[in-house]
């Protein structure tokens, strides 16, 4: 069983940063895959990053060049570093996790605004 907890989410203006973070619970980290989505008002969830259990990273055509996603198995945590925000990156992002078995875990997820 995997707990994931999201942190990191807020209000920042057009143009400004946030790092997102996920602590996860549990033993086997580094062989999950991990990854961010997003949920926007009135909109499915959707994709944002995901990063390998060997580090390989990937990412929505909409964040490319701006977002980065980053593990610390040590920690048992992820990361998204998102710079250059735009108000349509408005969500609740969430963290999932993803075991080699093929099991999805979730996080509650955490609200990001971007306002002026």
């Known amino acids: 069983q995997v707990q994931l907890v999201e942190s990191g989410g807020g209000l920042v203006q057009p143009g400004g940063s946030l790092r997102l973070s996920c602590a996860a619970s549990?033993?086997?980290?580094?062989?999950?895959?991990m990854g961010w989505y997003r949920q926007a008002p009135g909109n499915p969830r959707e994709l944002v990053a995901t990063i390998s259990s060997s580090s390989t990273t990937t990412y929505a055509d909409s964040v490319k060049g701006r977002f980065t996603i980053s593990r610390d198995n040590a920690k048992k945590t992820q990361y998204l570093q998102m710079n250059s925000l735009k108000p349509e990156d408005t969500a609740v992002y969430y963290c999932?996790?993803?075991?080699?078995?093929?099991?999805?875990?979730w996080g509650r997820g955490t609200q990001v605004t971007v306002s002026s």
């Open positions: 999932n996790a993803q075991a080699p078995w093929g099991k999805d875990y």
């Open positions: 549990g033993t086997l980290f580094s062989s999950y895959a």
